[in-house]
């Protein structure tokens, strides 16, 4: 078994011990691989091992990286900050972008999604602890931000993506993921359904997946430490 093949082992059966824990199904959780910095052919080899769906954070590495595995029907996610001008990019290669945070992005995106293609999914990403150095539309804001997102053609409004501080202790990581289940209930009191939370990464996805989280984004505990 390759190292690859054999972390994937291991990130799927601890998903499956923190499901049920939570008294959850590990199949209403999606993995993702988080694959930014590593080739196509680890890429490759994780698709061998089962792996399906693929996380991308800068645009013109992933491009390369699609355009190299275009013979295997991979679910590729954009889960990067997004500029105006690698909008239509996206819009045109991705099946998911869990990094919306402005209106401005949505409507882009919505604009130039090829109209061949099924509607892309999209989350709204929240700046949950309200650091200064992340991305991400403010708690108070990302309300009003997900109604103006829900009308919009060519998109499919999912739910929430966030990225808490970091932390070792599990009640801190529980806590910042529950923020963001809460938030996502308040605005489906608003009359939208959004099913998504797409919190966890390899060092916390645990805690995330015992407040509800149905996307996890999981790089190195996968493909090994980034150089």
Sequence with gaps: MTTIAG???????????AAVSAGRTVDEIKLLAVSKNFPAPALREAYQAGQRCFAESYLQEALGKIADLQ????EWHFIGPIQSNKTRA???????????????????LAAQ????????????????????SKSGVQSDEVGALAEA???LPNLQLRGLMAIP???DKFAEQRAGFAQLRELRDQIN???????????????DFSAAIAEGATVVRVGSAIFGERS
């Design 7 to 17: 972390n994937l082992q291991a990130v799927r059966a601890a998903m499956v011990a």
């Design 149 to 151: 997102v829900a009308v």
């Design 90 to 108: 996206i819009a045109e290669n991705f099946s998911w972008v869990h990094s919306v945070d402005r209106l401005k992005i949505a409507e882009r």
């Design 189 to 203: 009191l608003r009359g939208l359904r959004l099913d998504t939370l797409s919190m966890g990464m390899s060092h």
């Design 71 to 74: 013979d295997l029907p991979v």
């Design 165 to 167: 501080a970091p932390t």
């Design 113 to 132: 999604r090829p109209e061949h293609l099924p509607p892309l999914q999209v989350c709204l990403q929240v700046n949950i602890s309200g650091e200064a």
